[in-house]
């Protein structure tokens, strides 16, 4: 029977954690959003349905129990809510502040669809979660039996640190490599410290130390350590590099100083935030304060982008994006963030070249959406004659990201991938064509969501156990 605390969305409307002003926010890379106190956040738990079929849970990519640790924290069982909802979750204080939920879980709410606006339901999650660090429920893995098995993890990342921790949790010995002095990959040096403050990621990572799992960072693959290397020092090897290539314009000037790439952006400021010296920053290579700032794309990196120059300083920051906002990549939710912060969208709008170097200016060309590609988006096509100039002091190129070529810089020619340079697995087990392993995350599925790395690596671990005659004992985050 249904908990009566429970089905209250006709007579409590949707409230969301207080949201700092625009003004106080512009001004640090703290986190955006407040925290709920428990009553709140019963109470908004509380508006769940329970219904039958629940969407949300269909449209998280890791299947969590979403109603059900609604309904225990609407009753005010809190460690059981948070002991649910970790159950199919290693990171659950990440997803619960990064997942586009407007897109996943809560863009699919019943009672969204009804018109009563959907459960919060990430920052229902986010509070659980930041209360289980708080009360000490969240303990260092316990291994019960310790295996003789290792896997080697590529890349620290959140498809292999989840996979490295349910692995841990099974008593198989792994160390993870990385090309970074830290791990946690773009947790740590790719999402501003606005959507993910640095500390939430840091006491993850401390917790896999102490549960037994090795690190061996500022290790490139190919350069510090040969791939040969790593499998012949493990029964198993997951990669789990992501993609950071990132995609090139064209045109006239395109070479001009002052075109920078999004990755090397962020990476700046966020190392700058982390007390790093970076002297790409200091000397004002990759800092927009004071600066027209043109930041050219429409997805999540774009709008990271544009609200890190807001933050360092920018005397104007613009968006150029070829399609209209109703079919931008991004999510809906930081376009709005950006926008009251202060960020100018030119939607229908594309670089035809650049002037000046350093670069002064961006010969922009006006677009129209044209007749539906195969999957049914419009085309964007110029609109001839409406062309104009953009003057600028730094353009940000956030157009995508493309994989390594890893059998090229690994020299392992017998590792398989696709036509757009993805490794090839299978989709169960995500075994590569080399006998003992397997990939995950962005390197398999091209630049996608943390949430389907987390469930790649999970998937992976549990196909190594099963490679290892090991059932699982528990694939989840304690």
């Not at 890791?62 to 069982?77: F, K, S, T, Y």
């Not at 773009?186 to 917790?207: C, S, T």
């Not at 950071?244 to 000037?253: A, V």
């Not at 990201?401 to 995500?430: Q, S």
């Amino acid at each position: 029977m249904t908990s009566r605390k429970m089905l209250k969305f006709v007579d409590v409307a949707r409230d969301m954690p207080e949201k700092r002003d625009p003004i106080s926010r512009r001004g640090d890379f703290r986190e955006i959003y407040g925290d709920y106190a428990a009553r709140k956040a019963a109470e908004q738990a509380g508006r769940c349905s329970q219904c039958g079929v629940p969407y949300c849970q269909t449209h998280c990519p890791l299947h969590n129990n979403i109603p059900d640790w609604l309904l225990l924290a609407a009753e005010g069982r809190l460690r059981e809510a948070y002991v649910q909802s970790q159950a199919t979750n290693t990171f659950p204080e990440i997803c619960g502040r990064i997942c586009p939920q407007d897109r996943l879980c809560e863009g699919n709410c019943v009672i969204e669809q009804a018109g009563h606006g959907t459960v919060t339901i990430g920052s229902i999650e986010r509070y659980l979660t930041d209360l289980a660090w708080e009360e000490g429920w969240v303990q260092p893995i316990q291994v019960t039996v310790e295996r003789g098995e290792t896997v080697g993890v590529i890349g620290a990342g959140p498809g292999g640190l989840a996979a490295a921790e349910a692995l841990r949790r099974n008593g198989v010995q792994v160390t993870v490599y990385d090309r970074h002095d830290r791990a946690g990959g773009l947790l740590i040096y790719g999402i501003p410290g606005f959507k993910l403050e640095k500390d939430v990621v840091l006491a993850r990572i401390a917790q896999l130390r102490e549960g037994g799992v090795e690190f061996e960072l500022n290790c490139e693959v190919g350069k510090d350590r040969s791939f040969e290397d790593i499998r012949r020092r493990h029964d198993a090897v997951i990669v789990a590099t992501g993609v950071y290539r990132s995609r090139e314009l064209s045109g006239p000037g395109v070479g001009s100083a002052g075109i920078v790439r999004a990755i090397d952006f962020l990476t700046a400021s966020n190392r700058k935030g982390l007390g790093d010296e970076v002297p790409d920053f200091d000397s004002g290579t990759l800092d927009a304060n004071g600066r027209r700032v043109v930041v050219i794309g429409g997805g999540d990196t774009a709008m990271d982008c544009v609200r890190t120059a807001v933050r360092q300083g920018a005397r104007s920051v613009r968006c150029l994006y070829r399609r209209d906002r109703a079919n931008m990549p991004g999510s809906q939710r930081e376009v709005a963030n950006a926008e009251e912060e202060g960020v100018e969208f030119a939607w229908l709008t594309t670089p035809k070249g650049f002037t000046g170097n350093p670069v002064g200016g961006v010969m922009v060309q006006r677009m129209r959406l044209g007749a539906a590609d195969p999957s049914g988006r419009e085309t964007p096509e110029v609109v001839e004659g409406a062309d104009y100039m953009e003057e600028v002091d730094l353009v940000i190129t956030a157009l995508g990201f493309e994989p390594e070529n890893l059998p090229k810089l690994w020299r392992f020619k017998d590792l398989e991938v696709t036509r757009w340079g993805t490794v090839k697995t299978d989709f169960r087990t995500h075994a590569t064509s080399l006998d003992g392993v397997y990939a995950v995350g962005d390197i398999v599925r091209g630049a996608s969501l943390v949430v389907w790395a987390i469930r790649d690596g999970r998937e992976a671990a549990e196909a190594i156990l099963e490679r290892f005659n090991t059932p699982a004992i528990g694939i989840a985050a304690q």
